[in-house]
């Protein structure tokens, strides 16, 4: 079993649209949880962090659930550039290692 | 500023070349990393650098060597590479390595690396 799993997609959905994707996580001694988006040959960014009581940034929304290993990213209203790929991303409490998902693949169209 | 730079933007290399990937950051960051990016796949961690010194190393081959000269910069050098090792070859960096529960790493663009 991988350590951390997404569906890669592709959600296709139209602008304006609501998506939302989960990820789970095997090591239940994960301490610090991530979203990253990744555009097509450019670096990983740093979405938002995701903290136990649920965090929203604008359109975007986090959620932990530590008793069920699982990471939530909603989008509200999506718009045309949020086409990218996300990655989930887990760290442990004692390492300096991330733990990737394979990401999941978006695609918004007109 | 979350910036860390990467050079060069591309390389192209023999398998008997020497050759190096750069990278800075001045956010005081005393953390820096190195990953390898196939296409459509996830970062592999390579090497981490914690106050300067080597902490880990995801038994990486030789044909990949890392190199912290001071807090600011991280240096690959390659030598002897294979095809296979053609792929995005990215940095980042942290405030600080483990011991904080967010340590939020930040990538430079990347060097996309082709060895023919």
């Known amino acids: 079993r991988k350590e951390v799993e997404q569906d890669p997609g592709p959600f296709n959905v139209p602008e304006g649209a609501t998506v939302a994707f989960n990820c789970t996580y095997s090591?239940?001694?994960?301490?610090?949880f991530f979203w990253y988006r990744q555009d097509c040959r450019k670096e990983p960014k740093l979405l938002m962090s995701?903290?136990?009581s649920g965090n929203e940034d604008g359109r975007f929304t986090a959620q932990l659930n530590r008793a069920s290993q699982y990471i939530s990213l909603l989008i509200r209203d999506s718009k045309l550039s949020d086409s990218a790929t996300y990655l989930c991303?887990?760290?442990?409490?004692?390492?300096?290692?991330?733990?990737f998902g394979t990401g999941t693949r978006l695609q918004v169209f007109p | 500023d979350t910036e860390v730079t990467q050079t060069p933007k591309h390389l192209v290399m023999g398998m008997t070349n020497k050759k190096s990937l750069k990278c800075e950051q001045h956010?005081?960051?005393?953390?820096m990393y190195w990953y390898k990016q196939k296409a459509k796949k996830p970062p592999e961690l390579m090497f981490v650098?914690?106050?300067?010194?080597?902490?880990i190393n995801e038994s990486v081959p030789s044909r990949f060597s890392p190199e912290c000269p001071n807090s600011s910069l991280l240096n690959l050098h390659l030598h002897a590479l294979q095809p296979e090792d053609s792929a995005l070859y990215l940095c980042?960096?942290?405030?600080?390595?483990?011991?904080?529960?967010?340590?939020?790493?930040?990538f430079g663009p990347g060097t996309r690396l082709l060895v023919l």
């Open positions: 980042a960096s942290s405030q600080k390595t483990s011991g904080g529960p967010q340590e939020t790493q930040y």
């Open positions: 090591n239940s001694a994960s301490q610090s």
């Open positions: 995701v903290y136990s």
């Open positions: 991303v887990v760290k442990g409490w004692d390492t300096d290692k991330l733990i």
């Open positions: 956010m005081g960051h005393r953390a």
């Open positions: 650098y914690s106050y300067e010194k080597l902490s």
